[in-house]
């Protein structure tokens, strides 16, 4: 199983579209979650941190869920500019080096 | 500096040919890392460095390739006799280990590794 699981997508929704993003992890002990964006050809962005009690900027949202192991990123009122691939990072097994998942795309449409 | 520097941003080269790529991460920060993207790919792991502790190395995929980060900033990872399969966009990241912002990478633009 790998560390870090993120569907690849793509999810194709209309503008003012309300879309979320689930990740699963494998290790019960990370305590470091992100949601980063990254662009097409660009290097990868923070977009926030996931806190224990989920946490909101602006028309994102994260949550996590240690029980089930996983975190989630919704967004409201999608953008065209909000096309771009999600990347969810955790902390790995047993250090504290930080693991990428695959990333979910998201394409946007007018 | 005010960001992650790579060097070179794009490099050509024969296969067979040893390559070295360079990270000047954010000044202070501490943790130091390597990630290879591939096309249309995720980022997989290479390599995190953290102050004076060992490097891990666990995500390195052969022994030609190896890393190193001298005086605690400036990383070189070099790859030697490349292969084709090498041909990826290889990026580096710092972050501070504690904190506020701890954990929090930034990342320099990459150094995209094309192999002939």
């Known amino acids: 199983r790998k560390e870090v699981e993120q569907d690849p997508g793509p999810f194709n929704v209309p503008e003012g579209a309300t879309v979320a993003f689930n990740c699963t992890y494998s290790?019960?002990?990370?305590?470091?979650f992100f949601w980063y964006r990254q662009d097409c050809r660009k290097e990868p962005k923070l977009l926030m941190s996931?806190?224990?009690s989920g946490n909101e900027d602006g028309r994102f949202t994260a949550q996590l869920n240690r029980a089930s192991q996983y975190i989630s990123l919704l967004i409201r009122d999608s953008k065209l500019s909000d096309s771009a691939t999600y990347l969810c990072?955790?902390?790995?097994?047993?250090?504290?080096?930080?693991?990428f998942g695959t990333g979910t795309r998201l394409q946007v449409f007018p | 500096g005010a960001g992650v520097s790579q060097s070179p941003s794009n490099k050509v080269t024969e296969k067979g040919k040893d390559v070295e790529l360079r990270c000047d991460p954010i000044s202070g920060h501490t943790a130091l890392y390597w990630y290879r993207q591939s096309l249309g790919q995720g980022l997989e792991f290479l390599i995190y460095?953290?102050?004076?502790?060992?490097?891990?190395k666990s995500g390195l995929p052969s022994d030609r390739f190896s890393a190193e980060r001298t005086g605690g900033s400036v990383s070189t990872l070099t790859i030697q006799r490349t292969q084709q399969e090498d041909s990826a966009v290889y990026l580096c990241a710092s972050s501070l280990r504690q904190g506020a912002g701890a954990n929090v990478l930034t990342f320099g633009a990459g150094s995209r590794l094309t192999v002939l």
């Open positions: 460095f953290q102050g004076n502790s060992a490097p891990d």
């Open positions: 290790n019960s002990a990370s305590q470091s």
């Open positions: 996931v806190y224990s």
């Open positions: 990072v955790v902390n790995g097994r047993y250090t504290d080096k930080l693991i």
